[in-house]
T-cell receptor, first 110, second 114 residues
Framework: ETGVTQTPRHLVMGMTNKKSLKCEQHLGHNAMYWYKQSAKKPLELMFVYNFKEQTENNSVPSRFSPECPNSSHLFLHLHTLQPEDSALYLC?????????FGPGTRLTVL | QKEVEQNSGPLSVPEGAIASLNCTYSDRGSQSFFWYRQYSGKSPELIMFIYSNGDKEDGRFTAQLNKASQYVSLLIRDSQPSDSATYLCAVEDYSGGSNYKLTFGKGTLLTVNP
């Protein structure tokens, strides 16, 4: 257990659905991250938040919409996704340069 | 585009042997390097980090860094079947202030055979 939790752990959605992924950390870390992990590919950084402010959007399609209401919570809102968006979505938090990952949400888009 | 290269493997070693995992990186200015272990179906777990040239030991794990060659490695001594996992190399991409990012390699799959 790293102290980073993610819900749900598994999600199946249709292309017309709207869903949200949630990440929570109470470690006092100031930075939070969303990553996408697909088979045979490196971890892809999607978004970075520092002290609730977005500091990185790695050319992510607008069908992914992040939200960081406070330094402990991070959301990823999903709408009109494509089958190729099926992947493991990982949240991480960091006090500096070491990152600690949550368990991930396994997303399947039908 | 900063790159981190790892052999995808699989790397297969017998139990009790030394497993050697290698990583090269493209950004000569990188300062911090991390090794994560990821079991199948699980999330990455930080196992080692190294900032200075040379060796850093933690139990059965030794990280080695050579900034001149842009090379970082992880040695696992007395390998155990429980070490079977994918090992991810990550390199820090620091853009100032509190803006830390990591660039990950694809990972090397290690299998330790009993």
């Amino acid at each position: 257990e790293t102290g980073v939790t993610q819900t749900p752990r598994h999600l199946v959605m249709g292309m017309t659905n709207k869903k949200s992924l949630k990440c929570e950390q109470h470690l006092g870390h100031n930075a939070m991250y969303w990553y996408k992990q697909s088979a045979k590919k490196p971890l892809e950084l999607m978004f970075v938040y520092n002290f609730k402010e977005q500091t990185e959007n790695n050319s992510v399609p607008s069908r992914f919409s992040p939200e960081c209401p406070n330094s402990s919570h991070l959301f990823l809102h999903l709408h009109t996704l494509q089958p190729e968006d099926s992947a493991l979505y990982l949240c991480a938090s960091s006090p500096g340069n070491e990152q600690f990952f949550g368990p991930g949400t396994r997303l399947t888009v039908l | 585009q900063k790159e981190v290269e790892q052999n995808s493997g699989p790397l297969s070693v017998p139990e009790g042997a030394i497993a050697s995992l290698n990583c090269t990186y493209s950004d000569r200015g990188s300062q911090s390097f991390f090794w994560y272990r990821q079991y199948s179906g699980k999330s990455p777990e930080l196992i080692m980090f190294i900032y200075s040239n040379g060796d850093k030991e933690d139990g059965r794990f030794t990280a080695q860094l050579n900034k001149a060659s842009q090379y970082v490695s992880l040695l696992i001594r007395d390998s155990q079947p429980s070490d079977s996992a994918t090992y991810l190399c990550a390199v820090e991409d620091y853009s100032g202030g509190s803006n830390y990012k990591l660039t990950f390699g694809k990972g090397t799959l290690l299998t330790v055979n009993p």
